[in-house]
């Protein structure tokens, strides 16, 4: 009961440093049905592919024990001689089939999963001992489940094997008196439509476990309100998430300034090192600060002025003044009224001039 009241308090997603933290501990979705879609792919390609020159090898090196054994000689060292060519014969046979399906194996891991190294599942746990614990996990949901799967997928290839085989009984109530040339293309023919159905029946197997599978695992990652709070305060806490709090809020206001600068009736400039944007219409109490900056941000603030036909002035004493003086959106002080009336008057004569003209 507690277990079930755990999981429906658990009603938000899991946050990204959740997942992170869970991925650490190698705790990631995966799907058993896709590493055995990839076998079951590399399987086919041994049988049709590749076997087909390796039963060649097979009949010419096992010809002579399976028709004719009785004119092997069972000397020491001609017995030596004969496993040493039936290793040889063997080896060279499984070799490449063996890579693919080792390769098949990571294939199916790293397509559902990038490779984590976790100590998480090599430290000793009382409940990987415990009989009740086991007891637990063997009749635990999850294994219903995987059961259910299994039978699934076991019917599904037993009738699909069967509707392959059952039209070819004669053929192979006749198979034991063919020869070993016959023989193994005939079986090799077999699989190979075996596997074909098993493959399009593990396809659609395995797309819908995978489904299920990172759908469970994001179940499982939910989290309560409360963990949710927790998190965020323990988030707060960091040094190195404040920092980058800090910096994307200052980003975020950067921009908010910068969108003002059109709004501007003057920049006032340094002209280099200081610019200082001030929005000034008819009823205004008093100019305000929209934007200021220095150095590389009063560059950006003279460029958007001038892409936005801003009036820039050059008044370096008054543009140090108003820049230390003054905050964002907030009027100038009193002290500076006459000096920037005289800017303001001067671009609002220019404007004028230069609308008349």
Excluded at 340 to 354: I, P, Q
């Amino acid at each position: 009961m507690a277990d079930q009241a755990d999981d429906s308090e658990k009603t938000e997603e899991a946050t990204s440093k959740k997942l992170e933290d869970a991925r650490k501990k190698g705790d990631m979705p995966k799907s058993q049905e896709v590493n055995t879609w990839f076998i079951m792919i590399a399987t086919a390609l041994v049988i049709g592919i590749v076997s087909t020159g390796a039963s060649g090898d097979f009949a010419r090196a096992f010809t002579v024990f399976l028709s004719d054994p009785h004119d092997i000689a069972v000397d020491q060292n001609n017995l030596m001689f004969v496993w040493e060519q039936i290793g040889i014969a063997v080896l060279k046979i499984l070799a490449i089939p063996m890579m693919l399906l080792m390769g098949a194996g990571v294939a199916g891991n790293l397509v559902q999963n990038m490779p984590v190294f976790s100590t998480e599942n090599m430290k000793p746990k009382l409940s990987k001992i415990s009989p009740m614990a086991g007891l637990k996990r063997l009749f635990s949901p999850k294994s219903l489940m995987n059961f259910t799967k299994g039978l699934v997928k076991l019917s599904l290839v037993s009738v699909a094997t069967f509707l392959i085989v059952w039209p070819m009984r004669d053929q192979l109530l006749i198979m034991m008196t063919m020869d070993v040339g016959m023989l193994l293309p005939f079986v090799q023919s077999i699989a190979i439509k075996i596997l074909a159905m098993v493959v399009a029946i593990m396809t659609v197997l395995a797309a819908a476990d995978y489904v299920f599978e990172v759908a469970q695992w994001n179940k499982k990652q939910r989290m309560t309100v409360q963990e949710v709070k927790d998190e965020y305060k323990q988030m707060e806490g960091d040094p190195t998430v404040k920092a980058k709090l800090r910096a994307l809020r200052m980003e975020r206001g950067r921009q908010r300034m910068m969108s003002r600068v059109p709004d501007a009736a003057v920049i006032i400039t340094n002209p280099t090192h200081y610019a200082v944007a001030l929005e000034y219409k008819q009823g205004m109490g008093a100019p305000v600060c929209v934007a200021k900056g220095m150095d590389a941000i009063a560059l950006k603030i003279r460029e958007i002025g001038s892409e936005h036909d801003v009036p820039i002035v050059e008044s370096p004493p008054l543009a140090r003044a108003l820049y230390a003086s003054v905050e964002l959106e907030e009027s100038i002080p009193p002290e500076h009224y006459k000096a920037v009336a005289e800017v303001v008057g001067y671009v609002m004569r220019l404007k004028s001039k230069m609308s008349r003209s």
